[in-house]
């Protein structure tokens, strides 16, 4: 009584300065009650009664219930030196680690694996995780990681170990949600990853399948089997993470608390963590630890598989690489190239494993594990096995080259001087260059064969059991030492000759040269008029080309003499003359080049005006241009938007180079209709996204979440209206969400505390405080002091009373107002329940009304309390289908199914023949969302409106053309004169093309033009 009494005294004084700290107060004097001589106890309802004592052990006592006294049997269970619930270990208690155990009256000394690792945890957690690794190193994977989750024979469950303490432990309720929550999940992907062990145990049969029947020509064949494999594999990868997520979500926790000193490091969610995660020291332990053990196991299984077949296709690479085949002309290497594309076949399989490898998050851990080096091989392996396709290609061109060399050297055709001079710029004169150095062509082929049959990335040193491809390199290298062989043998038999043929081609291109040097004189423009397109660029490019062509020319030649330079003494004197021939036609075209600097100096100026514009819109059309590549449209879309501000900012400098500024107008407008076309179907499919989940989440009750999906889509809808210029149709589907969505919200409003609410502090305060006061007024009535605890209950009432004036249906005053009542008079309270629902039924539902609205919150309230109450649940069923909450299933048979399908069934019809025709097209969506407002679930409905969504808005995007374009531009300039009639003049040249009235700046300059006209 006196304890009692001091209780209330000291909470209400606490209220009414801090509410803190009255709930401090009130769980100190009730742990005391419950805690005497360093020991808490607590009943397991079998008549055992658990004694937690100080250190942390526990002590199991049986009680005689017709005696009052405590049985004879004494356990003492998990005896470690820290304790989750006790102060942290002393330095002596950490590092004794003697993992000592006491059961009954006898003790056993018990050496623990991982005793080393953790000497201050206690015996059991070792135990635990001990007995878990060894199913592990046995092969019992799935055994292993459900261990945690198997009563041992003391009736524990080890990821439960010490839970009670833990739950015991006074933390914030959100603390033991989110551990209860991430813990579930963990369970549940357990739970997966057992089922997913029959898939596992045919999943190398699978790949054998897949590989057996590959075929490079028709892979498809292999296809499922080998998508089977890849799908079990992602699947155990998203298992595996899910719980390495959820595990390290509990480790931030736990390491949160324990810095806070809220726990300690030898509790519940230490064991937990390491459970789950491993103990950090030793590898392959707890959950993660088995599961990566079995992924490290079967990865190697399935490579040797792929590792037999790579072996079989190296071999069928190695029966077709012979020297006849190589060397045959006219070349036919289609019987090699189609097995060295067998083989690379293999590379993608590896890719799929490494990359599926590669999503496993990382497992920080002390220890260093030995799975790198065998991985880093593997990746090695296959990056050899495709350098060997790849050089095994290049091989089979470099073996055409070589065969044309050996089997054609005389084989020849003369041509005219101006054939023969094309034919040297582009180094294909076989009768000049040809028989002049064969002799050292085929020298060099055969050098270079010979170097490559000893290629240093041929010499690749595994240190792990992984493929090394070896028939196939075998093959390879004996490729190119017949090559180098047969060129070697060839070599001598080239002659030297054609001198004159470089003489003609000389004189020949001079010629050419001249008459480009006289087309450059037309693209100067003409000074007299000032609306002459300037063109500096194709000026400067065309200037650029001719001195690369006369470069080429000059260097063809000066080769060409270089040629006759290598042959024969006997002919050194016919090849100076001939050389000093060939240089006078090099002097002559040098001359030509010498006169186009005064013609490049000229343009150079205007160009660069242009090119400084340019450069700056370029850096975020390239920016624009990379995101889009990357499939990255929103991050292109802004940058796409400044690279345009830019163009229209910097017009009159890019306008200085005709060429530029139509070259960077048709680049930023490509892309913007590149990004519009590949942006269009994700965007129908993101708004079909969120309607979906809009849709789901609503008929799930998650109303806020609905409301949020719904939000985004309009985001979605807003952002690419702004985007594209243009308004887009209403979205009738949405807009029936969001009618349904804003019913329900407004029924669940004010039925919780807001936050943001200046009186939440107040209310909160109230509302916690009634809840102690109930539980207080509960506990002593269970006692047996029913007029005080009733005394409780009525000040609780009261509590409540004050918050219900302000909040009459907050749904947690309510219920608990209800449960006290329910605690004073249960009879008064059954008729009151009766009498209120009976007044609930008689409210009108189908209004979705205020009242509706109220009364189905009520009703809420009613079904929390009873949810059992005859008829209760049938009513607020009817109810909640009424205000739109709930939804019944369309019958396949009902009318409204028949009709459905009918509107549905025409939309469908107008699609398939509208193709773009805008009118066919609104026809159609018109009957798809006439079928959605009888069947929300019609699939063909759905895909009508989606597909009318991508066809209408897949030319959405206004690109006003070049000339447009400048005539907008300059009425612009126009307009920043002063000069409104010109501009408007413009405008109206722009407003003869239709598709031009589309475009948004064109109208903001209308509207502007209009209003100055006025």
């Not at 999906?709 to 985007?723: G, H, L, P, T």
């Not at 300059?970 to 009235?997: C, D, F, M």
């Amino acid at each position: 009584m006196q304890d009692f009494a001091f209780r209330e005294f000291y909470g209400e004084i606490q209220v009414l300065k801090r509410f803190f700290c009255v709930s401090i107060g009130i769980i100190f004097i009730y742990s005391g009650s419950l805690w005497a001589g360093g020991k808490k106890e607590k009943s397991d309802g079998s008549g055992v009664v658990r004694t937690e004592l100080k250190d942390g052990s526990t002590k199991k006592t049986s009680k005689d219930s017709s005696k009052g006294s405590e049985g004879t049997g004494t356990q003492t269970s998990g005896t470690t030196q820290a304790s989750a619930t006790a102060s942290a270990p002393s330095a002596t208690d950490a590092n004794s680690g003697n993992g000592t155990a006491n059961a009954g009256s006898g003790a056993a000394k018990q050496t623990n694996t991982y005793l080393k690792d953790y000497p201050y945890y206690p015996s059991y957690f070792n135990d635990a995780i001990t007995a878990a690794y060894k199913l592990t190193m046995a092969g019992n994977f799935s055994d292993a990681a459900n261990y945690f989750y198997v009563k041992d024979s003391t009736g524990t469950v080890p990821i439960e170990y010490r839970k009670d303490v833990f739950l015991n432990g006074g933390l914030s309720q959100n603390v033991y949600d989110d551990v209860s929550a991430l813990e579930s999940n963990v369970r549940a992907r357990v739970k997966d990853y057992q089922n997913l062990q029959k898939k596992l145990s045919t999943i190398s049969q699978d790949l054998k399948s897949g590989l057996d029947s590959y075929n490079p020509a028709s892979p498809e064949k292999s296809a499922a089997s080998l998508d089977k494999v890849k799908s079990v594999m992602k699947e155990f990868v998203s298992i595996r993470n899910t719980i390495l997520s959820d595990g390290k979500k509990l480790e931030t926790t736990f390491n949160n608390l324990k810095g806070s000193r809220a726990i300690q490091d030898a509790s519940y969610l230490s064991y937990l963590t390491k459970f789950i995660m491993g103990t950090g020291r030793t590898e392959y332990t707890g959950i993660i630890g088995a599961i990566d053990r079995q992924w490290d196991t079967l990865l190697m299984d399935l490579i040797g598989l792929i590792e037999v077949k790579g072996n079989e296709l190296s071999k069928g690479l190695a029966s077709v690489m012979t020297q006849d085949a190589l060397l045959a002309y006219p070349s036919d290497l289609t019987a090699i190239s189609d097995k060295i594309s067998g083989l690379r076949g293999i590379v993608p399989i590896m890719d799929d494993f490494l990359k599926i490898n590669g999503t496993i998050k990382p497992l920080e851990t002390s220890y260093k594990s030995s799975k790198t080096e065998y991985k880093t091989n593997l990746e090695a392996s296959r990056n050899y096995l495709e350098t060997l396709c790849t050089k095994s290609d290049e091989l089979l061109l470099f073996a055409s080259d070589a065969a044309e060399h050996v089997y054609q050297v005389y084989d020849f055709i003369d041509k005219s001087s101006a054939e023969v001079a094309q034919d040297m710029r582009d180094k294909v004169d076989k009768v000049t260059d040809f028989f002049v150095n064969e002799s050292n062509t085929l020298a060099r082929l055969s050098n270079t064969a010979a170097e490559r049959e000893k290629e240093v990335w041929l010499k690749t040193v595994f240190t792990q059991d992984v493929p090394k491809w070896e028939s196939a390199a075998k093959a390879y290298t004996e490729g190119y030492e017949a090559i180098s062989k047969a060129c070697g043998e060839y070599s001598g038999e080239a002659i030297l000759s054609a001198g004159t043929r470089i003489i003609n081609a000389g004189k020949q291109m001079y010629v050419e040269d001249s008459e480009k040097y006289q087309a450059l004189m037309s693209l100067i423009p003409d000074a007299s008029d000032e609306n002459a397109r300037q063109m500096p660029s194709k000026l400067l490019s065309s200037i650029s080309t001719f001195r690369q062509i006369i470069d080429l020319d000059v260097k063809t030649l000066k080769e060409g003499s270089a040629v006759l330079s290598r042959g024969s003494s006997t002919y050194s004197s016919n090849i100076q003359l001939m050389q000093k021939k060939i240089n006078d036609s090099i002097t002559n075209i040098q001359k030509l080049s010498s006169q186009t600097d005064a013609l490049s100096s000229q343009a150079k100026a205007q160009q660069r005006e242009a090119l400084q514009a340019q450069n700056q819109i370029n850096i975020y059309y390239n920016r624009s241009l990379t995101a889009y590549r990357q499939a990255n449209y929103k991050s292109a879309r802004t940058n796409l938007d400044r690279a345009m501000s830019l163009y229209e900012s910097s017009y009159d400098s890019l306008k200085r180079d005709v060429m530029i500024q139509e070259e960077t107008y048709d680049n930023l407008n490509k892309l913007k209709q590149d990004i519009a076309e590949k942006q269009k179907p994700l965007l129908v499919q993101e708004l079909r996204s969120y309607k979906n989940s809009a849709r789901t989440s609503y008929y799930a009750g998650d109303f806020d979440e609905a409301s949020n999906q719904i939000n985004q889509a309009d985001e979605v809808r807003n952002s690419w209206c702004k985007f594209m210029d243009i308004e887009l149709d209403s979205d009738e589907e949405l807009e029936r969400l969001r009618n349904l969505v804003n019913v329900a919200l407004s029924i669940k409003s004010g039925k919780e505390l807001n936050p943001n609410d200046a009186l939440y502090p107040e209310m909160s305060q109230i509302l916690s405080m009634s809840n102690i006061y109930y539980e207080q007024g509960q506990e002593l009535i269970a006692k047996g002091n029913k007029a005080e605890g009733r005394e409780l209950l009525s000040k609780a009432k009261n509590k409540l009373n004050e918050l219900k004036v302000i909040y009459p249906h907050n749904q947690k005053a309510n219920l608990l107002s209800m449960r006290i009542d329910q605690v004073l008079d249960l009879n008064q309270f059954n008729e009151s329940f009766k009498v209120r629902f009976e007044e609930l039924k008689a409210i009108n539902y189908a209004k979705r009304d205020t009242t509706a609205q109220n009364g189905y919150s009520d009703l809420q309230d009613l079904h929390e309390i009873s949810p059992n109450y005859p008829g209760l649940s049938d009513f607020m069923y009817k109810v909640e289908l009424d205000l739109g909450l709930k939804q019944i299933a369309v019958a396949p048979t009902s009318a409204a199914a028949g009709e459905a399908g009918t509107y549905a069934k025409q939309a469908k019809e107008q699609l398939d023949s509208a193709g773009r025709d805008t009118m066919l097209l609104a026809n159609a969506k018109s009957l798809a969302n006439k079928a959605l407002a009888l069947d929300p679930n019609n699939d063909v409905a759905i895909a009508v409106l989606d597909e009318v969504a991508l066809r209408t808005g897949a030319q959405a995007a206004v690109v006003l053309s070049a000339s447009d374009e400048a005539k907008y531009q300059q009425a612009i300039t126009y307009l920043q004169n002063g000069n409104v009639i010109a501009a408007n003049s413009n405008l109206q040249e722009l407003l003869k093309n239709p598709a031009n009235r589309r475009s948004a700046k064109v109208q903001k300059l209308q509207s502007r033009i209009k209003g100055m006209l006025n």
